[in-house]
Every structure is written in structure tokens, then in C-alpha cells.
């Protein structure tokens, strides 16, 4: 008979995730097991987008953290990890426009990513 399985995930620094936990508990990221692709297939063939098909990696997220350490954030509003990584995938996409109804806050993440060709308009 087989004793139960276990498995281990690798994690950077366990103090960091503890830290990050508390702030990520109500978000969703793109690329979970569950989650619909981004793109869908066609009867071309399936494109793909780099920015799309690869999740954040550990520098990625350094990005976010130094996006939401040093956003100027509009008065009473607090860092938000997903806006960080949408501000993010925004920034890896380049041309791209974040319609949002807080575009003050994605400006600031901008401002800190300081990417070249991407706007926040209000939706």
C-alpha cells in the first residue's frame, strides 16, 4: 500500500510570500491552472503573445513591488497588487491602453514602469 503523496513548491523566500499573502488574498492572476488561455484558438492555427503566455517570473515581481512601493497614489488609495501586474502586462505588451475606472491609480504604476507607449483612460 502507497502512503499519501506530497508535494513542495518552490518559493523564493517564505517571508515574502507570507507578507504578499495577505495583500494577494483577493486577487486572481492570468495563467492559473484553471484559467481560460488569453488567446483562443482558430481554424489559422493559435497565435501567440509572449507577454501572454508567460506568467510573471521572480523580476517580474520585483517590478510590481518597486511599482507599488514608489506609485504616487491618489489620496486614500492603497497599493493594489493587481493593478501592479495589469500595469505590468501593459508595460510587456507596449501599445497598449488600460481602460479602467480608476485611471489615476494606473497612471502612478505607469509613471514608476515608466513604459514608453501605454495610457490609462477612464472607462
Known amino acids: 500500500m502507497l502512503g ?5 513548491v518552490w518559493r523564493p523566500q517564505p517571508a515574502l510570500v507570507h507578507a504578499l ?3 494577494l488574498k483577493d486577487c486572481t492572476f492570468p ?10 484558438e482558430t481554424k489559422a492555427g493559435r497565435p501567440e503573445c509572449l507577454a501572454c ?5 521572480l523580476a ?8 507599488l512601493g514608489r506609485a504616487d497614489l491618489p489620496l486614500k488609495k492603497r497599493p493594489d497588487a493587481l ?8 508595460a510587456r505588451h507596449g501599445s497598449a491602453v488600460i481602460f479602467t475606472t480608476d485611471p489615476g491609480d ?3 504604476y505607469l509613471e514608476v514602469l515608466a513604459p514608453t507607449d501605454v ?3 477612464a472607462a
Open 4 to 8: 499519501p503523496v506530497h508535494a513542495q
Open 21 to 23: 499573502s495577505g495583500v
Open 31 to 40: 495563467q492559473a491552472r484553471t484559467a481560460e488561455p488569453p488567446m483562443r
Open 53 to 57: 503566455a508567460t506568467g510573471p517570473d
Open 60 to 67: 517580474d515581481w520585483r517590478r510590481i513591488g518597486t511599482a
Open 83 to 90: 493593478d501592479g501586474w495589469v500595469a505590468l502586462a501593459a
Open 106 to 108: 494606473f497612471q502612478a
Open 119 to 121: 495610457h490609462a483612460v
